[in-house]
């Protein structure tokens, strides 16, 4: 991915900590403090330009939500998006790398982490860069709530098909399973602009819901 340089990015991130938080790790097992409630907490890895995530917090006012992007010359497209919604007092941003969520995140902090659009990383080599990789399915168990969920939409087959196994063999519950999810599209699904980019090429859009297994 191609970014564009933003040189006003982080000034306009700074001048707005009540969106994009300044010091995550301070609220590691807290985020109640944030919200100013103890609401579940759903999290986007790799938010993009905020479209998906704004969405979901203006349809569920009940759940908090916290979009995670690491270039700031993508999250602040985010944060336009939610100043322009109102700023939705149930959504937050932050502008960190989804690798290290564990160092904003305790056990329990979490109750669903939802994954759009992800890099595919095709290269065998680069393999443990996916975002379903088992190495990051363990970093997600470790944050979540017992019986966590996983929701994943992307438009590559091979990484879909990947992410199936991945999950699989690390013994999670595949609740649902879309091989074309826009042919009976379902209400509550919120697009994202990349999903709006590919389904308008035909291309088909390919969704999941994985379950961790309860303790």
């Given at each position: 991915m191609?970014?564009?340089?933003?040189?006003?990015?982080?000034?306009?991130?700074?001048?707005?900590?009540?969106?994009?938080?300044?010091?995550?790790?301070?609220?590691?097992?807290?985020?109640?403090?944030?919200?100013?409630?103890?609401?579940?907490?759903?999290?986007?890895?790799?938010?993009?330009?905020?479209?998906?995530?704004?969405?979901?917090?203006?349809?569920?006012?009940?759940?908090?939500?916290?979009?995670?992007?690491?270039?700031?010359?993508?999250?602040?497209s985010?944060?336009?998006k939610?100043?322009?919604a109102?700023?939705?007092?149930?959504?937050?941003?932050?502008?960190?790398?989804?690798?290290?969520?564990?160092?904003?995140f305790?056990?329990?902090?979490?109750?669903?982490?939802?994954?759009?659009?992800?890099?595919?990383?095709?290269?065998?080599?680069?393999?443990?860069?996916?975002?379903?990789?088992?190495?990051?399915?363990?970093?997600?168990?470790?944050?979540?709530?017992?019986?966590?969920?996983?929701?994943?939409?992307?438009?590559?087959?091979?990484?879909?098909?990947?992410?199936?196994?991945?999950?699989?063999?690390?013994?999670?519950?595949?609740?649902?399973?879309?091989?074309?999810?826009?042919?009976?599209?379902?209400?509550?699904?919120?697009?994202?602009?990349?999903?709006?980019?590919f389904?308008?090429?035909?291309?088909?859009?390919?969704?999941?819901?994985?379950?961790?297994?309860?303790?």
């Open positions: 191609r970014l564009r340089n933003k040189p006003w990015a982080r000034d306009f991130i700074a001048s707005h900590p009540e969106v994009i938080i300044p010091n995550p790790e301070a609220y590691k097992g807290k985020w109640a403090e944030i919200f100013g409630n103890n609401h579940p907490i759903h999290i986007e890895v790799g938010t993009g330009k905020g479209q998906f995530i704004t969405g979901m917090a203006l349809r569920n006012p009940n759940i908090n939500y916290i979009g995670i992007e690491m270039y700031t010359s993508v999250i602040v985010a944060l336009e939610t100043l322009e109102g700023s939705p007092p149930n959504l937050r941003l932050l502008n960190i790398n989804g690798a290290e969520l564990d160092k904003y305790d056990k329990n902090d979490v109750a669903r982490v939802y994954l759009n659009f992800s890099d595919p990383w095709p290269k065998n080599r680069h393999e443990k860069r996916r975002l379903t990789h088992k190495g990051f399915l363990k970093l997600y168990e470790s944050i979540l709530t017992s019986g966590g969920e996983i929701h994943f939409k992307t438009d590559n087959r091979g990484l879909f098909e990947y992410s199936l196994v991945s999950m699989s063999q690390y013994g999670m519950l595949l609740k649902e399973v879309s091989l074309d999810l826009h042919a009976n599209e379902p209400e509550d699904n919120i697009r994202t602009e990349y999903e709006e980019k389904s308008a090429k035909g291309q088909p859009i390919y969704r999941l819901e994985a379950q961790y297994k309860t303790n």
